[in-house]
């Protein structure tokens, strides 16, 4: 399932490219957030001003516009970080385009946790199955931060901003804010997304509801991307995606061994994780995302150096001398 989201952070960062926005200033994203949670939560966000929290013009702040924040407070977001603000800036824009896609995949709850723990793993197995280069890095201890390309001219960067839904069900409701990058011909595009992600296993597979929301840098932008047309192809690409990911995996899990028992980058880079997901596909490891960093932070507790203190030693010394015989 993992092979999943690989391939969604990819697709956002060419929905970014497809934005190809002109950045909102500081000043704007600060109004838009502000605004936005004054109206739509009723919430005055750190380091709001009185001005910044007049709504911005044009904007209608009706149930509509509002859905998204009402999801994520309801998730549990703190709208204490700067991160939610930054999210809460561009999701506060005036033009926003949102595209859905939902289905079920062949794959356990526990396996998909695996692969969504292991995201390095997990790229290289797409890899094998579908004779890509995908490529993704953390980029910091926590794993919430990572960075990815396609081999060729699409990147990404990423936040995994939330991993559950007001603290239950960790790793199968996920909130992602990235940014992708990528060069066409002379042009160096960019752009800005936030992703929604809710998956529910059932037994051996998982349904699942992914919402992308990009920024159209304007109203003709915004059309375009919003025409029935425009979104056909959106669609059709992550159907294409989806249906790799379902071939990949309900490939794997019905017996068929051989690319990854074959793969020397899986067998030399990823000895351990390889052993790890095979035994959580068989069934015999149950795993929850987050158990990969608690298990790098107990095997560092393992390798630092453990001093002997002197106090040990200064009992000691007191119980030699108590045992000297009287007189002496």
Known sequence: MRFYLKRYALL?????????????????LRHNACAAAKKCLDVILPGCSVPELEPVENIEYDGAFCSVFYDLKNRGIDLRSPVTKEMFGHLGSRYRVIYENSGVLPVSGPMMSYLFDHFPFTTALVNVFQDTKYTIHYNSPDQRLFSG????????DFFWAMQ???G?????????YGSGRCKILRWNLHGIAVAILDMHPEGEKTRYKFRAIVF?????LNSIMKMGVFRDVVNSKIGEIIR???????SYVSGNHMPVDSSKVLHQKFPEELEEFKQVAAGKLEWTVGDAVEKKRKQAQKKQPVFVTETPLIFKQQNSISNKPAGN
């Open 168 to 176: 239950v069900e960790k790793g199968f409701h996920s909130v992602f």
């Open 244 to 250: 790799n990911i379902s071939e990949s995996s309900e």
């Open 164 to 166: 559950d839904s007001a």
């Open 12 to 28: 956002f960062a060419l929905l970014f490219c497809t934005v190809a926005n002109a950045d909102p200033t500081k000043d704007e």
């Open 149 to 156: 390309d396609n081999g060729g001219n699409l990147f990404g």
């Open 216 to 220: 159209p840098a304007n109203a003709v």
